[in-house]
T-cell receptor
Framework: QKEVEQNSGPLSVPEGAIASLNCTYSDRGSQSFFWYRQYSGKSPELIMSIYSNGDKEDGRFTAQLNKASQYVSLLIRDSQPSDSATYLCAARTGGANNLFFGTGTRLTVIP | GAGVSQTPSNKVTEKGKYVELRCDPISGHTALYWYRQSLGQGPEFLIYFQGTGAADDSGLPNDRFFAVRPEGSVSTLKIQRTERGDSAVYLC?????????????FGSGTQLSVL
């Protein structure tokens, strides 16, 4: 079983819609969670981090964490074509030095 | 520098050859990470440096892989006797301090192709 699992997609949404990206993790000791955006041929870029149960909002992005269900999600409101990218979920176990990444979900926003 | 710099951006080599990949982190960042990303996969952790020392090398796949950071800034990832399965994008990242909850800044990667 992989540490972090994501649906690889592709996920297609129309412009202006809400895109919902999901991620599960296997290690209950994981304490820090991150969403990275990666454009094709480019390096990952951090867009959200979350450490506590509940929602965290930043502009059009909302990260949600449910530690009991070992579930992390990212919502993108008012999706734009420029949001089209692969979204990587990552988890870090407390004290660990490395981030475990999922395989990423490819999102396409259709104009 | 302004960002994490990796050279070369592309490296093509033959099976069995030795390669070195270089990473120049953001100035002042003490933590440095190497990841490997294969097509359609997420980045896979290889090794983490805090200063000059390798604090965690548990991700190195075998003893053909080695990395150094002698002066606590530039790091070199070294791969001996390359195999076709080593072909991937090698990503370097740095952060300001220790590993907990810190934002990682990634370089643009080195695309390694082993023929």
């Amino acid at each position: 079983q992989k540490e972090v699992e994501q649906n690889s997609g592709p996920l297609s949404v129309p412009e202006g819609a809400i895109a919902s990206l999901n991620c599960t993790y296997s290690d209950r000791g994981s304490q820090s969670f991150f969403w990275y955006r990666q454009y094709s041929g480019k390096s990952p870029e951090l867009i959200m981090s979350i450490y506590s149960n509940g929602d965290k909002e930043d502009g059009r992005f909302t990260a949600q964490l449910n530690k009991a269900s070992q579930y992390v999600s990212l919502l993108i409101r008012d999706s734009q074509p420029s949001d089209s990218a692969t979204y990587l979920c990552a988890a870090r176990t407390g004290g660990a030095n490395n981030l475990f990444f999922g395989t990423g979900t490819r999102l396409t926003v259709i104009p | 520098g302004a960002g994490v710099s990796q050279t070369p951006s592309n490296k093509v080599t033959e099976k069995g050859k030795y390669v070195e990949l270089r990473c120049d982190p953001i100035s002042g960042h003490t933590a440095l990470y190497w990841y490997r990303q294969s097509l359609g996969q997420g980045p896979e952790f290889l090794i983490y440096f805090q200063g000059t020392g390798a604090a965690d090398d548990s991700g190195l796949p075998n003893d053909r892989f080695f990395a150094v950071r002698p002066e606590g800034s530039v790091s070199t990832l070294k791969i001996q006797r390359t195999e076709r399965g080593d072909s991937a994008v090698y990503l370097c990242a740095s952060s300001k301090q220790g590993p907990l909850n810190e934002k990682l800044f990634f370089g643009s990667g080195t695309q390694l192709s082993v023929l």
